[in-house]
């Protein structure tokens, strides 16, 4: 086995996934019996939409998504039946991602709550090759310089597995990362214990047939938060769990929480599910140990507000897949595998960071005004698309990197080094973001380069678009060198430069490289 995964959820088969696109077999353990059935997270970023569209899903994604017809964002009532809701839907959704919209071809029109998500992830890596296993818990893992040796317990009985990495993707409380002595900063446990209960019931009369992210419930008997599934018959009650087990918490008691929190003490609700939860804080120390690399929630625990969590631990997986796949089939140095932790880090630091201000005021991440934006910046604010998708890289997998933000307001991806390459439509369904591939990418407007690329083992694209050519800064006569993962290695503003020795630097393919 080349790669053993640790964990199950989003994150994990978000890595069985790309890693199978590069043509790496992976097997997944995961000690629940199944996926969950608890939505959890919904809100997918432009970001991840672009991984998935590379991996050839985004339609599938799509398929199962939720598409409201109209959008209130976040919203409070002492109730949900005494909510003041306009009878008229509004002109727009009020949500940060509509700045990003032009800046990205991966849509999704809508929410994609986690569940239907996993669905989907679960059938495309099984279909491409991945290996699922459920009901099988990690015993032990020891690596050597060789590869991973773990233990593993399952349906079948216990047995060995050999691969040469193991992604540990196995959640916020990651035993794995406490056997490897991993610490972590950050400030923890947040907040009380809380408690999501997942029911469903005809809100139709209340909600008038609107969206909204969430309603916060203000009343003495059953505070709380709402949170729509699906925006017609599931729905989330995130309430305090206080000093009480969830155990506590019957079914027929979760229904008069419910009742009070909507106003309706005759509702019929059916409850599917609770799970206790709290928000937690967290950053590893360290993404990688030896052959052992932490990823989602083992390598960060984010509060949900801002999405950036799921975003963030799939943007792991994504990072980590190329680099594994292009090591393992002897493309790229091991050292290149070095950039997982330099990359994504500083990424996961500044998506934690965020998240946290944010609890302090959730208005700076919901209104896109230029009060909001002034206050933003007044209390060290970035803009939400700018968390998702203008982050920046600086490891030694780009050349001339320059990792600093040109805004904390607006997305700026101009084509520098360590900078998600710019988007543009080549045709109506093909975006300069589709023309990269499994391995390095050129892209260029001038011929003379797709010469000097022969023989490098990259792909080499001609692009006529001169607004796309000048934006990336390369107008006159430059390219591009663009990763697998889409983010630029190496950039000439000019007709020069040379191009074998930027790849194999990028690759890690000579000692003192990398």
Known sequence: MKVLIAGGGTVGLSAALFLAHHGVPSLVAERAPGPSAHPRATGLGFRTMEFFRQAGMADDVEAVAVR???????????????????????????????????????????????????????????????????????????????????????????????????????????????????????????????????????????????????????????????????????????????????????????????????GDPDLAVEVLSVLPWRVRGLLADRFRAGRVFLAGDAAHAVPPLGAFGANTGIADAHNLAWKLAAVLDGSAGPALLGTYETERRPVAALALEQALLRLKDPRLHWEQSPAAAAARAAAGVVNAPVVHLGYRYDSAAVLDARPELPSTEEVILDGTPGSRVPHAWLTDSVSTLDLVGRRLTLLTGRAAWLEAARGLDIDAHLVEDETWLSATGIADGGAVLVRPDHFVAWRSTTASGDLGRVVDRILARFPGSL
């Open 68 to 262: 409201p017809s109209a959008t209130l964002g976040k919203i409070s009532a002492r109730t949900l039946a005494t909510a003041d809701l306009p009878d008229t839907p509004p002109a727009r959704p009020n949500s940060p991602n509509l700045v990003a919209s032009k800046l990205s071809p991966g849509t999704l029109r809508g929410t994609c709550p986690q569940d239907r998500l996993d669905s989907v992830l679960l059938s495309a890596a099984r279909d491409r090759g991945a290996t699922i296993a459920y009901s099988t818990t990690f015993v032990s893992a020891e690596q050597d310089d060789a590869g991973v040796t773990a233990v593993l317990d399952g349906p079948d009985g216990r047995r060995e597995v050999r691969a040469d990495y193991l992604i540990a993707a196995d959640g916020g409380r990651s035993e794995l990362r406490a056997a490897l002595g991993i610490g972590t900063t950050g400030p923890g446990a947040l907040g009380r214990p809380l408690l999501n209960i997942l029911f469903r019931a005809d809100l139709t009369r209340y909600t008038k047939g609107l969206h909204f992210a969430n309603c916060t419930i203000t009343t003495p008997e059953s505070p709380g938060m709402l949170v729509t599934v699906d925006a017609e018959k599931d729905w989330i009650f995130h309430t305090e769990l206080g000093d009480e087990p969830a155990e506590a918490f019957s079914p027929e008691r979760c229904r008069a929480l419910i009742r009070a929190a909507v």
